[in-house]
Nanobody, 116 residues
């Protein structure tokens, strides 16, 4: 059974930083693209970033230069470093198995709230 468990969310002031984690199990983690998406209240799901099995990454324009995706294939962990956070980054953040074009399972999410 594929399992994705996000962690690391919280409340932070504008300009602050957080590091999100996603613990993966039930599949060969190092063989799959992994993706972060987010959903703000009242808005549609938004793609954030995707990382390949060999750590080639891509980002949405809205987060490029502020967020960094990484992975540890030995630990079956996916990460998203969030810096220079803005109020507009407030959302539930989810990790997904798969590429941006073909996403499979999704975790339960971790809430990020940016507020002064």
């Amino acid at each position: 059974e594929v399992r994705l468990v996000e962690s690391g969310g919280g409340m932070v002031e504008p300009g602050g930083s957080l590091r999100l984690g996603c613990a993966a199990s039930g599949f060969t983690f190092g063989s799959f693209y992994m993706t972060w998406v987010r959903q703000a209240p009242g808005k549609e799901l938004e793609w954030v970033s995707t990382i390949s099995p060999v750590s080639t990454s891509s980002y949405a324009d809205s987060v490029k230069g502020r967020f960094t995706v990484s992975r540890d294939n030995d630990k079956n962990m996916l990460y998203l470093q969030l810096t220079r956070l803005e109020i507009e980054d407030t959302a539930m953040y989810f990790c997904e198995r798969g590429s941006r074009e073909r996403r499979l399972e999704r975790g339960q999410g971790t809430q990020v709230t940016v507020s002064s």
